[in-house]
């Protein structure tokens, strides 16, 4: 494979793959759920599992696609069969159907950044109505609110976006925008918290999200911190054996997946740290308890905030506000930019398709499925309401099965290392570029979670999420 593209080095490289990892992930699930689950207490759980599994996985997943120089089925194909290659076109359509929802939702963003810095959404009175209407009429281009609707075309415009970038390829596409993309969403993020900590009861929302309430701690608080440290670190579908093949051996991929796990961790630690204390100077301003305020679920970032926005006034509003969905938008753009790149790159390397023709196709195949998705809000009852998945919507129910293939993929990724392409070829790689690494600690580490720690956790956790998913949790335990 003469010319696949390749990363320019390692800045380019650990940018390009935090830029998938932070993501919607990051900024609107992150801080519900911590909200949900307890606050600090979550935090800790979360840190716990990116510790113990997600940076081996990471690691693995890094040094297959590097070994290999393949995508995600070219990799496991080539290490250890065609069987294993199956594992690889698992993780593509996982890919798929990621992005599938991951666009709309997205799309969703660039909607209401076009809409608080160019129209009058913040003038609204009842921004959940709108939320509601906004998702459930996906064509209306009238609103009754007088705002254009149309979120058919706002993730029509996400997946264009996400295809240029990806059909210029590694480095001129994926590299230079995420080089761009991912200091500015640094910096809006770092500007939002410093202007949230000046606020009227700032750190009663600091309070809670950092001081941990041990009595909150459940076997849900661990289900979901495992699920979201896997979604948000990009792992368990070959994302990251995909961008690994686009590695230089001399590169050290220790060290680069520590750096990436940290970039992403802090992105979503500092997001939580924007939206605590905005939401208790809600509470403060509404003269109410700030768990009053409903901020779970996609509408933390859709209904609450925006009404925050309104709060600070028609100028600072806008340019707040605007700036928040901005960010939004670049974390989002980096992680579907991603997600296209893992079908494009099977494409591409297995049936030698030329690449500007196959991100098109694909772009406009995964645009079509997430049609269901978006229609699942409200406008196809149908779909509104799963019969067979307890009475959830589409959307939910893609985006739950993504949670359960991506636990299930790194679970048979950590067997795949140990028991089948075997944990010495994966030391030969890593050794590439770390010249220490044979007699490091890290070495040490990663044998015993890969061979141990991640194939049982990992096991048992994707049973208790299936479990979980179709039965409630309340009923298992
Ligand atoms: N990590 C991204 C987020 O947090 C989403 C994402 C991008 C992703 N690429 C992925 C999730 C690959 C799983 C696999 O929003």
């Not at 070219?74 to 069969?81: A, D, F, Q, R, V």
């Not at 509003?317 to 997600?339: D, M, N, Q, Y």
């Not at 099965?401 to 067997?415: E, F, K, Q, R, W």
């Amino acid at each position: 494979m003469a010319n696949r593209g390749n990363f320019s080095g390692r800045i380019g490289f650990i940018l390009a793959a935090a830029g998938s990892a932070v993501g919607l992930g990051n900024i609107w699930r992150f801080p519900y759920l911590a909200g949900e689950n307890g606050g600090a207490i979550f935090l800790l759980v979360y840190l716990g599992c990116i510790l113990l599994l997600c940076y081996p996985v990471m690691v693995g997943e890094i040094a297959i696609g590097r070994a290999a120089n393949s995508d995600a089925y070219g990799s496991y194909n080539k290490l250890g069969g065609k069987k294993w290659g199956y594992l690889g076109l698992f993780g593509i359509i996982a890919g798929i159907l990621i992005l599938s929802f991951y666009n709309v939702v997205a799309g969703w963003a660039f909607g209401y950044f076009l809409h608080i810095s160019f129209g009058d959404l913040l003038n609204l009175q009842d921004f959940g109505g709108f939320f509601g209407a906004f998702v459930n009429d996906i064509l209306d281009v009238s609103s009754a609110h007088g705002l254009a609707n149309s979120n058919l075309i706002f993730s029509l415009f996400f997946m264009v976006f996400t295809a240029i970038i990806v059909s210029q390829g590694i480095q001129k596409g994926i590299e230079a925008s995420n080089k761009i993309m991912m200091p500015s969403l640094y910096l809006i993020l770092l500007g939002i918290i410093v202007y949230s900590l000046t606020l009227p009861n700032a750190f009663s929302g600091v309070k809670f999200y950092l001081v941990p309430d041990f009595s909150e701690l459940k076997i849900q608080t661990v289900v979901d911190g495992l699920k979201q440290a896997f979604f948000s670190l990009s792992l368990g579908m070959g994302a990251l054996i995909t961008y690994g093949s686009y590695l230089s051996k001399k590169e050290n991929i220790t060290s680069s997946a520590a750096v990436i796990s940290i970039a992403d961790t802090s992105v979503a630690f500092f997001s939580g740290l924007m939206v605590f204390p905005l939401v208790h100077f809600l509470a403060f301003k509404l003269n109410i308890n700030p768990t009053e305020i409903g901020t779970s679920g996609p509408p933390l970032i859709f209904v609450v905030l925006p009404q925050i926005f309104h709060e600070m006034g028609p100028i600072l509003g806008r340019i707040i506000g605007g700036s928040f969905f901005l960010l939004v938008c670049f974390a989002a753009l980096t992680s579907t930019i991603s997600l296209l790149e893992v079908p494009v790159a099977y494409l591409v390397d297995q049936k030698k398709y030329n690449r500007k023709g196959v991100v098109w196709a694909m772009a406009l195949i995964i645009f079509v499925c997430g049609l269901p998705s978006m229609v699942s809000q409200g406008m196809m009852p149908a779909l509104n309401k799963l019969g067979f998945y307890r009475g959830q919507d589409f959307l939910t129910f893609i985006s739950d099965m993504s949670d359960i293939c991506l636990t299930v993929g790194g679970c048979l990724m950590s067997i795949f290392i140990s028991r089948r392409w075997g944990i010495h070829n994966m030391d030969a790689e890593l050794a590439n570029g770390n010249n220490n690494y044979m007699t490091s600690r890290v070495r040490k580490f990663l044998h015993i979670t890969l061979k141990w720690i991640a194939p049982i956790l990992l096991g048992f956790l994707s049973i208790v999420i299936i479990l979980e998913k179709f039965f409630g949790i309340e009923n298992l335990i």
